[in-house]
């Protein structure tokens, strides 16, 4: 039996497609539309898994930078010294379970939480205005690539102005 997930993923979603999706009665309009969903996201996974530890890597990198920035701002850098010198170590040479990347990446959320709230607590307008800039610029990033991985379900108007997540992550073929 075949267990890649090359081989699994596109097989589960052509017997959901096939099979189960023309058996669904048809006034169950969520049902259908929930397994439409979970088709997309299958044929997401099959299509674009060779992307997903350059986005873990990417993802780590831009958390590490966040909470850099918001630490050296609210001068607590050495508050999180050791889990970002771990970042540095895993960028540097690029080699690091992904399991362990996206372990690190959920502290570094969680850092940056913690110390978005303290700035916030500081009651400093420039401050508070300084955060929220870093944050939407960040978040412009995060959802510029999150648009990117579902392009392919459809749900852009303007589906060509979204670039795509291999370009997004550099990893584009010419």
Known sequence: MELRPEFLL???????????????DETHQVAQEQLKLAIGFLDILASQRHLLFAFDLDELARHAE???GL???????ADHAELLAEVGQISGNGVADP?????????????????V??????????L???????????????????????LSMGFENAPDAVPSIALQLGKAVA
Do not use: C, F
């Open 128 to 150: 508070a205005a300084d955060i929220r800039h870093r944050m939407n610029e960040y978040a412009r990033v995060q959802l510029a690539r999150e648009r990117a991985w579902v």
């Open 66 to 68: 966040m909470a850099r």
């Open 99 to 115: 399991d362990r990347i996206v372990a690190i990446t959920r502290q570094l959320r969680q850092v940056i939480v913690d110390l």
């Open 10 to 24: 596109p097989a589960i979603s052509k017997t959901l497609k096939d099979v189960i999706l023309p058996a669904l």
């Open 71 to 77: 630490a050296g701002l609210l001068g607590k850098s």
């Open 117 to 126: 709230e303290d700035g916030y607590a500081r009651g400093d307008a420039t």
